[in-house]
C-alpha cells in the first residue's frame, strides 16, 4: 500500500534524525523544522528539505503549534511525526494536526488526554486491572499530605499531573518537609506544564523501574516487545537502559506483558507506547504511567526483537494491520544503552554547552549510535542536553556490558562535559554488573561514580581552550 507523500518531523536533535530513516527506507520524503541556533543541525542537514519554525526558544519554534503546522503544510506534507517532549504529547496539538487534514503519527487526542495526566491514567489503568501504587490524588492541603503519609507510611513522592522527565518530583521523607515539598513541586509543574495539580504516592525503597514496550493498531490488535530496565536514573531521569531486565522470571514477564495488552486494548490504544512500572522487593509491580509516544530508550528493544518500532508508527499511522501474535515476537540477547548527554555530574548534572571541538565516533560490530551531534556544532542552551544514544547487543548480559565498556572509551566528545566518564563507572560497578541495581543506584555511588581522572580533567581543560581559539578565529572571520 501506499503510505504518505511526505512526513513532517516536528522535533530536532538525535530523534529528528533517527525518524527520518526508516522514511527515507519507505521512499517517503521528509521536511524538518529548525530554530535559529539550529540552523546548522544535522537533522537539518540530513532531512529531504527544511523549514524556518523561529527563534531559538523552544516557546517560539519547536513549541509554536501554529508554526509548525504552518511549515508542514507550506513543505507539502501530509503526516506529522513529534518524536518525544516538546509536542509529542500535546493532544491539543494532535486535534490542530486534525483539523488541517494532516495524519498524526501518534495515540488519538482523546487517547492521550486520558493517559497523559497521570491522575487520570490512574484511574484508568486501575479500571482495567493494572495494579497502582497508593497515591493521594487530592493533594491540595498539606494536612492530607501528613494524614496520607502516616497511615501508608513515609517515604511520598509529590508529581506533577501533567508532563514527564521527571520535572517536578519531590521526594517526602517526613511531615515536616510537605509544605514546603508541595509548593515547590506546583511551581515547577506550573513553569514546565502549565499546570500546577500534583498528587502524591507512596514511594517504594528500593524499586526497580521497568516499563514494557507495546504496539497496537487501530483494528484492536495489540502486543507487547517485552520489557525494558530504567532503574539508572539521575533526578528520576534515565541514564542507562537495558532489554531485558535481569530482575525478570518468564512468568512475571508474561504477567505483566498480559496486563499491558489488556489494558491497552480497552484503552483504544493506537501506534507505540510504553507503560511503565515499579517492581518493589518482594516482586510486586505497579503502574507509573503510559507514555504516548516513542521513548528515548526504544532503541534496545529494537536491538532484541528486530523491530523498527517508529518504521512501525508510520505504517499503522497509514492505516497498516498489526498481523503478529504474541507468540511470535522473539526476543533474543540482551541489549544495553547509554545516554550522552552535555551535563557536568560532578555539578549536579548541571548542563554544559559549548563547541564540539572534537568527536571520535564508535565504530565495530554489535554498537548502535543513535546522534544529533557532529564535530564543530555548538551545543545550544535551549533545550534538553542529550546529544547521543550509544547501545551495545550480545548473546548475554555480560556481554553486553564488555561491549559497552569497548563502546565508552571509543567515543569522545571535546568541548562539552558529558556524562561519558560516570557511565564508564557505571558499567565498572561490581553491583551494576551483578544487577543489584535500583532507582537509587546513582544517589548511593555518587561520590564514586564521579571523580573525573587526572586525564579526563586534562582532555577537558585542552578542549575548552580549543574551543575558545575556534571561536576567536570563527569571529575574526566572519568579521
Known amino acids: 500500500m501506499g503510505y504518505f507523500r511526505k512526513i513532517f518531523i516536528a522535533n530536532r536533535g538525535e530523534i529528528a534524525c533517527r525518524a527520518i530513516r526508516p522514511a527515507r527506507e519507505l521512499g517517503i520524503p521528509v521536511a524538518v523544522g529548525y530554530s535559529d541556533c539550529d540552523a546548522l543541525s544535522l537533522h537539518v542537514k540530513l532531512a529531504d528539505e527544511a523549514v524556518r519554525l523561529g527563534p531559538s526558544p523552544a516557546s517560539l519554534s519547536y513549541l509554536d503549534i501554529d508554526a509548525v503546522l504552518r511549515a508542514a503544510k507550506d513543505s507539502g506534507c501530509d503526516a506529522i511525526f513529534p518524536g518525544y517532549g516538546f509536542l509529542a504529547e500535546n493532544p491539543d496539538f494532535a486535534d490542530a494536526v486534525d483539523r488541517e487534514g494532516l495524519v498524526f503519527i501518534g495515540p488519538s487526542a482523546r487517547v492521550m488526554r486520558i493517559l497523559g495526566d497521570k491522575i487520570t491514567a490512574r484511574k484508568a489503568l486501575a479500571a482495567s486491572g493494572v495494579p497502582v501504587t497508593p497515591a493521594l490524588e487530592d493533594a491540595d492541603e498539606a494536612e492530607k499530605v501528613i494524614r496520607f503519609g502516616d497511615r501508608v507510611g513515609w517515604p511520598l513522592l509529590i508529581k506533577a499531573s501533567a508532563g514527564g522527565g521527571g520535572k517536578g518530583m519531590q521526594k517526602v521523607s517526613s511531615p515536616y518537609e510537605v509544605e514546603e515539598s508541595l509548593a ?139 498481523t503478529l501474535r504474541q507468540e511470535d515476537v522473539l526476543l533474543r540477547g540482551h541489549a544495553i544503552q547509554c545516554r550522552i548527554n552535555a551535563e557536568d555530574p560532578k555539578s549536579n548534572f548541571s548542563p554544559s554547552f559549548g563547541r564540539v571541538t572534537f568527536l571520535r565516533q564508535i565504530s565495530g560490530p554489535f554498537i548502535r549510535t543513535e546522534s544529533g551531534i557532529y564535530q564543530g556544532w555548538d551545543v545550544p542552551p535551549f533545550y534538553d542536553s542529550l546529544l547521543a544514544k550509544i547501545c551495545s547487543v550480545g548473546k548475554d548480559r555480560e556481554t553486553a556490558i564488555q561491549r559497552m565498556r569497548r563502546a565508552l572509551r571509543e567515543y569522545e566528545i571535546w568541548g562539552v562535559r558529558t556524562t561519558i566518564p560516570l557511565l564508564r563507572r557505571i558499567m565498572d560497578h561490581p553491583d551494576f554488573v551483578s544487577g543489584k541495581i535500583h532507582t537509587g543506584f546513582i544517589e548511593e555511588n555518587i561520590a564514586g561514580l564521579t571523580e573525573y581522572t587526572e586525564a579526563e580533567e586534562e582532555i577537558y581543560k585542552v578542549s575548552r581552550f580549543v574551543a575558545q581559539v575556534s571561536g576567536l578565529g570563527r569571529n575574526i572571520h566572519s568579521g
Open 184 to 322: 515547590s513541586a506546583r511551581s515547577v509543574a506550573e513553569k514546565a506544564f502549565g499546570k500546577g495539580t500534583v498528587f502524591v504516592e507512596k514511594f517504594i525503597e528500593g524499586g526497580r523501574h521497568i516499563e514494557f514496550q507495546f504496539l497496537a493498531d487501530r483494528y484492536g490488535n495489540v502486543i507487547h516487545l517485552g520489557e525494558r530496565e530504567c532503574s539508572i536514573q539521575r533526578r528520576h531521569q534515565k541514564l542507562v537502559e537495558e532489554a531485558p531486565s535481569s530482575l525478570l522470571t518468564p512468568e512475571v514477564r508474561a504477567r505483566m506483558g498480559a496486563v499491558v495488552v489488556k489494558a491497552m486494548k480497552e484503552i483504544g490504544y493506537e501506534t507505540a507506547g510504553t507503560l511503565e512500572f515499579l517492581v518493589d522487593r518482594d516482586g510486586k509491580f505497579y503502574a507509573l504511567e503510559v507514555n504516548t509516544r516513542i521513548q528515548v530508550e526504544h532503541t534496545v528493544t529494537e536491538m532484541i526483537s528486530g523491530f523498527d518500532i517508529i518504521r512501525k508508527m508510520y505504517k499503522i499511522a497509514a492505516g497498516d494491520r498489526l
